[in-house]
């Protein structure tokens, strides 16, 4: 059964906390709510007095950039965007140090791309220092890299960006704070009779017909569907996440006094921390696809081999994230390749012993190992 926000906050060792651009920005001038990051400043050293440690993933650094650089209202560009987001990260930072320095929390600034997040040894690499940051005592506050992320390769809003971060410091809990107090029965804006759906135990496609809508983005660019997407990406981590009304004074201590949000209970099962990273992968590199008797073979927890693959699409280097397909195209899971996309092509089609003498040498005679693979449906 789904807990309390409550029941999940007040044992929490350590939480992420994602706020968006329509939170922390004043649409009238475009600069930076000082009280607004004071109070959410103000929740953080609170919990860190209870020995719960935050990672802040934060937007805003393009709104703020694009009052800095004077850029005239409506979308930008890509390379204006980015321009906008160099001029504005300054000054996120600024206003996040200036509201964390008085509690004795020192702000770290840290920008994710996609490849750090998909690419395993980058992952580790961003792990590593942030468990280090933590340990020292500072307060993690982490964006998207938007000056370099390209269109192809960003995940274009931070409750996704969010989802990947707590599963990479192993967070007991996702705060996604928004414009609204949760998932509602319907659009609240528009509808006086919607309800707050307190508890979702799984994210069904009714669920899921539910975010159209359900929250204004302002400045940001997510919504609830993104949050949504956030919540399966670390259900699958075993991590709970809350969606919960960020613009009232001290949202993360009206949590832990029972306020009312949206909790969305995590998979029963936690995964390893190998196989969690492998199921969240947002864009997998390549696409591997696979024949029927493969199809039955992953199903049955059984490694795949060369010879079940039918046919390699996309680019990849050994060790990125494939998707595993039918050859009707259905997704049937998502593993770690043991070839790059040149080596496979080469062997797909081929028995174990017949792959030496096709590229000189064998590292094995798994394409993806059974270890590195994580079903999504059953064959």
């Known amino acids: 059964m789904t807990r309390s926000a409550a029941d999940i906050l007040k044992p929490a060792r350590r939480v992420v906390v994602k706020i968006g651009s329509s939170l922390l920005i004043d649409p009238a001038t475009g600069g930076a709510l000082a009280a607004r990051f004071a109070a959410l400043a103000g929740d953080i050293a609170a919990l860190r007095d209870v020995g719960t440690q935050t990672v802040l993933v934060s937007s805003g650094a393009v709104a703020l950039g694009r009052r800095r650089l004077k850029l005239a209202d409506g979308k930008l560009t890509l390379e204006m965007k980015q321009a906008a987001a160099a001029a504005g990260q300054t ?16 702000a770290a600034q840290a920008l994710l791309t996609w490849d750090d997040m998909e690419n395993r040894r980058r992952w580790l690499n961003a792990r590593a220092t942030l468990e280090a940051l933590l340990a020292a005592g500072a307060a993690p506050v982490i964006n998207e890299n938007d000056t370099v992320a390209t269109v192809e390769l960003r995940y274009g809003d931070n409750d996704r960006l969010a989802a990947r971060v707590a599963q990479m410091v192993d967070a007991d809990a996702l705060i996604l704070l928004s ?30 017909a539910l975010a159209g809508g359900t929250g204004v983005a302002g400045t940001g660019t997510g919504g609830m569907a993104s949050k949504l997407a956030a919540a399966r990406i670390a259900g699958r981590a075993g991590i709970p996440t809350l969606i919960a ?25 936690r995964q390893s921390a190998r196989q969690t990273w492998i199921a969240g992968a947002v864009t997998p590199r390549g696409t591997l696809v696979l024949d029927a008797g493969a199809l039955t073979a992953i199903g049955a927890g059984k490694s795949l081999l060369a010879a079940g693959i039918k046919r390699v699409d996309g680019a990849f280097a050994r060790g990125e994230t494939v998707a595993l397909v039918g050859e009707d195209g259905a997704l049937a899971a998502k593993g770690l390749a043991g070839y790059s996309s040149e080596e496979m092509s080469r062997i797909c089609g081929l028995k174990s012993a017949e792959i030496e003498a096709v590229l000189g040498y064998r590292r094995g005679s798994a394409a993806v190992h059974a270890d590195d693979l994580v079903l999504e449906r059953k064959a």
């Open 91 to 106: 000054a996120l930072m600024q206003a996040w140090n200036s509201a964390l320095e008085p509690h004795g929390l020192p």
């Open 179 to 208: 414009d609204v107090d949760g998932l509602y029965s319907a659009d609240p804006s528009r509808d006086p009779k919607a309800q707050l759906i307190t508890q979702v135990e799984a994210i069904t496609p009714e669920i899921e």
């Open 245 to 269: 009304a960020g613009a009232a004074d001290q949202p993360i201590a009206r949590l832990r006094a029972y306020a009312p949000c949206t909790v969305f209970a995590p998979e029963t099962s």
